[in-house]
Nanobody, 114 residues
Framework: QVQLVESGGGLVQPGGSLRLSCAAS????????MGWFRQAPGKERELVAT???????NFADSVKGRFSISRDNAKNTVHLQMNSLKPEDTAIYFC????????WGQGTQVTVSS
């Protein structure tokens, strides 16, 4: 059974930074794509960033230049570094893993507000 557990969400002021982490269990950490999606109230879930096992990354236009994504294959973790946060980044952030099917974490709340 695959489990994804997120951590690192919270409340931050505009312009601040947060780092989200996701720990994956199971033996499917290699040869897959991991990433982060987010869902704001009243909106559809949207892609934030992805990273392949080989390190190829992809970002939503809205976060390019502000967010970075990394993974540690030895520790089965993926991280999302969020800088220069804006109020419109407020959402529940979900870790995701794709290998034959999509797996989701339970989500962690990120609130950007003064």
């Amino acid at each position: 059974q695959v489990q994804l557990v997120e951590s690192g969400g919270g409340l931050v002021q505009p312009g601040g930074s947060l780092r989200l982490s996701c720990a994956a269990s199971g033996s499917i950490f290699t040869n897959n794509i991991m990433g982060w999606f987010r869902q704001a109230p009243g909106k559809e879930r949207e892609l934030v960033a992805t990273i392949t096992s080989g390190g190829t990354t992809n970002f939503a236009d809205s976060v390019k230049g502000r967010f970075s994504i990394s993974r540690d294959n030895a520790k089965n973790t993926v991280h999302l570094q969020m800088n220069s946060l804006k109020p419109e980044d407020t959402a529940i952030y979900f870790c995701y893993l794709f290998k034959l099917r999509i797996y989701w974490g339970q989500g962690t709340q990120v609130t950007v507000s003064s």
